[in-house]
């Protein structure tokens, strides 16, 4: 296979606030520095892209240095937080915007779904709409002509594809939509987040043409979404961005797992929010200052293998006088968050004054979960398990990612569809079978 | 396996913006479909939903005929060359809409269409070329009207000589949509960064109109004036049109090879500075 987009070092920088109104005078300075032959002054002081950190330039690296190739065929899949710079690589590659720096060279046609539905008129009928935004993403009309219907088909809506869009549902103009994008026959295919919207049989057919799209067609499909599970079942290969550069990239299995890592990078200490009513609850008589999940040999982890020892060590700092003081860890179901497995123990039954503060380990031996993602839970109380002095961290970490490993002693049937939880110890004795006449005929 | 690749193997190149001459021609020809697909939805989305539909074509010049027949022939009493008042005003005011129409259409190009724009793309100066000819259809049924109050009056005797530079008439209305379009494109590059030229716009295009002979013939302007009017390329334009149709006013080449250059200048500057905007203009829209 070979590679069919080549993007090098690409970079974008976007000024922030005044946007489009630059001074004369920085227009001036531009224009003379290219008189020399210097490279644009206001390109140096670009930093990089972090929505929530606010910083002292008023330019901002979008993306900066992305390197990364597709292959022949491939689906690939690109995620990342909201401001991350998935948009913005879109919108470079559907040559919607142009780079600040670097380049992208592309072999084939390229069509793109940055969203569905793009210029369609809401007073034309479904059936004009068609023509229109067939021919607005490159389709020439005997090309629509022939399609026709099978994108009709496709959408599910042939009952109204004479009455004006602007009468549809919102669900039916979707699928509309997305039922012309479909029958683009581009090499590469670009979508952004259009499953969003739609209902869920719909999302799948969606998921299957695109499948379609790149294994009997073998188009190549670049896939943006916020749908982890869509990427998994999708894509072969994912690439992260974060703050504008490239995170990670890789098989997507590993790259999700380190996305869910990034996901929850919250620092736990003392000060970290405690109002936050859904991850971190508590009054702030007592809180947690660090919480770590290491392997025995010290290092941090979060993905361990059936059999691993799993030490937590977890620093406390007390606030206000309390009497006694416990701790409770419990491992939750990553789908159902019910409680797993919670182990829960006394650190002290003496009275603490406020400004103690301590240091615990406490570990999980020979884990024994069946392999899967496991949100963590925390919770530190007073001997009396006093509502007022508790501090809970719920699933504000990464999850425990436990993985089959060497030991396939406990290995269940049918991998990929766990039953339950635990691998229990368990055996089976056949006492006695009795066979009807016709089967044991048949036998 | 990439390494065996040679440069040429890729269709598409993606690189900062530099130079301003890289047009991109044939993507336009490869995109026709979607201008005519453009034209079509003008057309009939334009009067969806209003009870006289296409018959606002017809009411809107007539309207502006009696109206104008009213102000400035029976009130004012600005002199028409001794054509009937109806006649002089619409012939003027059918091609000074069009080309206004044009103007103010297609400079709105990337705001209106910022939309559109940020999401896919396809050569950006299909949008004002189908605005130019959509507006040619409106043009056009305009036209149909006049020939028929044209047929009526020379029926009933009234001095109207259409005569054989008619013939100019396609070459007249290639005149006016490419001024049109240029300046319109240039409006619309400029407003991605100074949205102050909206307001310009309309302003500036009814200014214009005054220095244009649409409401009074060039012959009736003192000679102290003529020079602005005669600088202005659509002059020449209406004048020779209602030398064809009508009889009456100049008909001078000069004056008409002067708006053809003007045009072809215009053109060329708008269509360089729109094609640089319109790689740049969604940082800045």
């Not at chain 1, 392999?371 to 809970?392: C, S």
Request: aromatic content about 12%; proline content about 4%.
């Amino acid at each position: 296979m070979s590679d069919v987009i080549i993007v090098e070092d690409l970079s974008k920088l976007y000024r922030l606030g005044m946007v489009g109104t630059r001074t004369i005078s920085e227009d001036l300075n531009r224009l003379w520095a290219r008189v020399r032959g210097r490279e644009n002054p206001y390109l140096k002081i670009g930093e990089t892209n972090n929505r929530s950190v606010k910083g002292s330039s008023e330019y901002v690296w979008a993306l900066k240095d992305i390197n990364f190739k597709v292959k022949d065929g491939q689906r690939f899949g690109i995620i990342g937080k909201n401001g991350a710079g998935k948009s913005t690589l879109l919108k470079i590659l559907s040559r919607v915007a142009s780079p600040t720096k670097g380049t992208v060279k592309v072999k084939g046609r390229v069509a793109s779904l940055l969203e569905v539905g793009t210029g369609f008129h809401p007073e034309l009928t479904g059936r004009d709409n068609i023509f229109l935004n067939g021919a607005i993403l490159g389709m020439t009309q005997p090309e629509i002509k022939s399609k026709f219907d099978s994108i009709v088909d496709f959408s599910g809506v042939e009952r109204y594809i004479d009455t004006p869009v602007k009468r549809y549902s919102s669900g039916m103009y979707v699928r509309l939509a997305f039922a012309v994008a479909a029958h683009l026959e581009p090499e590469i295919l670009i979508v952004d987040e259009v499953l969003a919207v739609g209902d869920s049989e719909f999302q799948k057919k969606c998921l299957g043409k695109m499948q379609d799209v790149s294994e009997k067609e073998g188009r190549t499909v670049i896939f943006v979404s916020h749908n982890l599970q869509a990427i998994k079942n999708l894509c072969q290969e994912t690439l992260i961005i974060n703050n504008g550069e490239i995170f990670a990239s890789g098989q997507t299995e590993e790259t999700l797992r380190v996305y869910g890592e990034l996901m929850r990078e919250v620092k736990i200490d003392d000060k970290t929010d405690i109002n936050n009513s859904i991850n971190r609850r508590g009054k702030g008589a007592v809180r947690f200052s660090s919480i770590n999940v290491l392997d025995t040999d010290g290092n941090k982890r979060f993905s361990f293998d059936i059999g691993d020892t799993i030490r937590f060590k977890i620093s406390y700092k007390i606030f206000k006088q309390v009497k006694g003081l416990t701790i409770s860890i419990a491992l939750l179901s990553g789908l159902s968050r019910e409680c797993l497995t919670l182990v829960h123990y006394e650190i002290t039954k003496f009275k603490l004054e406020a400004g103690a503060s301590g240091e615990i380990e406490i570990d999980f031996f020979d884990i024994n979960i069946k392999p899967g993602e496991y949100p963590l839970y925390f919770e530190l109380t007073d001997a009396q398990m006093d509502g007022n002095n508790k501090d809970v961290i719920d699933d504000l970490t990464a999850p425990l990612v436990i993985k089959r490993g060497n030991n396939n002693a406990n290995s269940d049937f049918s991998p990929g569809k766990p039953a339950g939880f635990f691998a229990t110890s368990s055996r089976m004795v056949v006492n006695e079978i009795q066979y009807n006449e016709i089967l044991s005929k048949a036998l | 396996m990439s390494k065996l690749s040679t440069e040429s193997e890729w269709t598409l190149e993606i690189k900062p913006v530099t130079g301003w001459f890289n047009f991109h021609l044939k993507d336009i020809w490869r995109y026709r479909d979607l201008l005519f697909m453009f034209v079509r939805r003008d057309f009939v989305a334009v009067y969806k939903q209003t009870i006289l539909g296409p018959f606002w074509f017809f009411l809107q010049p007539i309207l502006t005929t009696i109206t104008f027949t009213i102000v400035f022939g029976n009130i004012a009493k600005i002199p028409t060359d001794g054509i009937p008042p109806i006649l002089f005003y619409m012939s003027g005011i059918v091609c000074w809409s069009y080309f206004s129409d044009c103007l103010t259409r297609t400079s709105s190009t990337f705001v209106a269409n910022a939309n559109i724009f940020g999401k896919v793309y396809f050569p950006r100066l299909i949008t004002p070329l189908s605005n130019i000819i959509s507006l040619l259809m409106k043009f056009s049924i305009q036209m149909l009207l006049l020939v028929c109050f044209l047929i009526y009056y020379k029926l009933n005797g009234s001095g109207v000589n259409p005569n054989i530079t008619i013939l100019l008439t396609p070459f007249l209305i290639l005149l006016m949509a490419g001024l049109g379009l240029g300046f319109g494109i240039i409006v619309s590059s400029l407003t991605t960064k100074y949205r102050d030229l909206t307001f310009l716009v309309g302003f500036g295009v009814q200014l214009l109109m005054y220095a244009t002979p649409v409401i009074y013939p060039l012959s009736a302007l003192p000679d102290k004036y003529k020079w602005i009017v005669l600088a202005n390329p659509m002059t020449s334009i209406i004048d020779t049109f209602r030398y064809a149709f009508l009889g009456a006013g100049t008909f001078s080449p000069e004056n008409l090879i002067y708006s053809t250059v003007f045009m072809v200048i215009t053109l060329a500057i708008g269509i360089v500075i729109f094609n640089r905007v319109e790689k740049t203009f969604m940082d800045t829209v």
